[in-house]
């Protein structure tokens, strides 16, 4: 009948048409997504919620979600989750990552609801950083401090700071991991005293830097 009708440009039958045809288009879906800090300690989860309504703000229950990430300096998103909206709408998931990483929620078409994608979010992963340091030493022997950082990678930067007169300042010469991740300081103290010192582990691309513990060895 609509076929018919337009074909002898009835106006008010196109309209008509063009209603129904509103009405049973693909609903729009919203989805915004958030963490409860972008920045955690490596190997430690962090929490995420997602949230898809429809633009009047009704919660979609059930939908099919994916949870993507890419980590900086990649291109493509891996999918690495797959559920669905609770009730209310929401996506709640711990999350644990080994690099600081960019994540996003999507949700795919359907006949009667458009794609969806939340913004992209980036969650920054500060490394972790042991310290073995000796509790005392010779005045000008050499001190050996050594340890690890995680997650285990070569080539971060590692120094040493002394506290002198009131403020941190560089001592011995800078280093960086080996291939497992370890990394080994030395230094030489010339007077007889407490020194305090803290190692400082720089930052990459891929992993937030640290400082460590305030230590002190016994120089005599």
Known sequence: MAAWTLGWEDLAASEAVRTVGRAIAPDQVVSTLTFD?????????????????????????????HLEIRTVGEASWREILQTATGPDGTVIAPLTLGNSTFVRLRSDASWERLGSQSSELQVFVKGKLSVNAPTSSPVGSQILIHGTVQPKRTGVEISLERFVSGAWKP???????????????????TTRTPARYRVIMGNDEKIAGQVGAVFTIVIY
């Open 37 to 65: 800090t972008n920045e955690i300690a490596y190997g430690i989860p962090v929490n995420l919620k997602g949230v898809f309504q429809l633009q009047d703000k009704q919660p979609i229950s059930g939908l099919p979600v």
């Open 171 to 189: 001592s011995g010469a800078k280093t960086q991991t080996d291939i497992s991740g370890g990394y080994s300081l030395s230094v030489t103290e």
